[in-house]
């Protein structure tokens, strides 16, 4: 079957690959629609957390041999451990993620343990299906903060799980939304899905900020911006340095939460979401070109926000 396959750092090809090995308990899924992720962009500069040769994809949606229609989970937890206990299951100890351990969805078909699967409600189109993965960071970043309905909020970054936070916290009765992002292109849709203000940075003080983006810049104005006894939480993953007045932390009681992935809850809550939620900022793309569209994101030489492919 074909794939993009992540062959060697910094470099993704459309290759003809083996058939997935589908385990007990396992289904095949054909794919209809598989975006690519932003971790993914920055994750194959070097092979750290993702290995090559490997099938990435861990966001997307597509039809069982039967004719149903569903999305996945893609976090294989163990569900044994002390933290899947604890109702944890995005830090598992022996967590692992389909796209990143074990073969993805930039394929024909993708092998998927059963139990990570959601039947889609009818009228669910593909390209909504294939964002209730992103929706859910976005409903568990709004989880982590307290779900702070009224709050002064701000978004630092539009790219695709900025937009999604946008949307959950409008959703979630946020007071006002600041979103700041450097691309003009990428305001000017963060302002049509209903933030309040937007601009190439925060202003003023804000109760809670979501730091999308993940530079040293981005996480010292998650900080600065914030009230005393606010809450930033960083979910962008594009650089690992922080550089910030540490001792606000303390005196202001500030607090930054990191978040990563979900729990099942809140995948299902951003599958009914996903039911009615504009989505302009997604466009597909077949997967043969995906080596193509692939390069031109991970290089910033494209305007598309979302990308999926479609086998
Ligand atoms: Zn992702
Ligand atoms: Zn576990």
């Not at 074990?102 to 009818?122: I, S, Y």
Request: aromatic share 4%; proline share 6%.
């Amino acid at each position: 079957m074909q794939a993009l396959v992540f062959t060697r750092p910094g470099v993704v090809e459309v290759l003809d690959v083996d058939e997935p090995e589908v385990g007990e308990d396992e289904v095949l899924v054909g794919v209809a629609a598989s975006g690519i992720c932003g971790s993914e962009l920055h994750g194959i500069q070097t092979a750290g957390f993702r290995q090559p040769p490997l099938v990435m994809g861990h966001e997307f949606a597509g039809t069982l041999a039967d004719g149903r229609r569903v999305t996945v989970n893609p976090i294989v937890d163990c569900g044994a451990c002390d933290l899947c206990r604890q109702g944890l299951p995005q830090l598992c100890r022996r967590r692992s993620i389909l796209g990143i351990h074990r073969p993805g969805a930039f394929a024909e078909r993708v092998a998927v343990p059963r139990r990570l699967l959601h039947e889609l409600p009818d009228g669910l189109s593909w390209e909504a299906a294939a964002v209730v993965e992103p929706l859910a960071n976005a409903v568990h970043v709004w989880t982590l903060a307290g779900r702070p309905a009224g709050a002064r909020v701000g978004v630092l970054g539009a790219g695709p799980i900025g937009l999604v936070c946008l949307e959950v916290a409008r959703r979630g009765g946020a007071g006002h939304i600041a979103v700041a992002d450097l691309a003009p292109d990428r305001l000017a849709m963060a302002e049509r899905l209903g933030a309040d203000a937007v601009g190439p940075a925060l202003d003023g003080e804000l109760d809670m900020i979501v730091d999308a983006v993940g530079v040293a810049a981005t996480h010292r104005d998650s900080v600065s911006r914030l009230r005393p006894g606010g809450t930033a939480v960083w979910i962008g993953l594009m650089g690992d340095d922080a550089d910030f007045e540490s001792t606000e932390l303390i005196r202001q009681e500030k607090r930054v939460l990191g978040s990563f992935a979900y729990n099942d809850v809140e995948f299902v809550e951003a599958m009914s979401i996903a039911t009615d939620c504009e989505l302009p900022w997604v466009r597909s793309f077949p997967l043969d070109e995906g080596a193509e569209i692939f390069t031109e994101l991970m290089y910033g030489r494209s305007d598309v926000v979302k990308a999926l492919l479609r086998p």
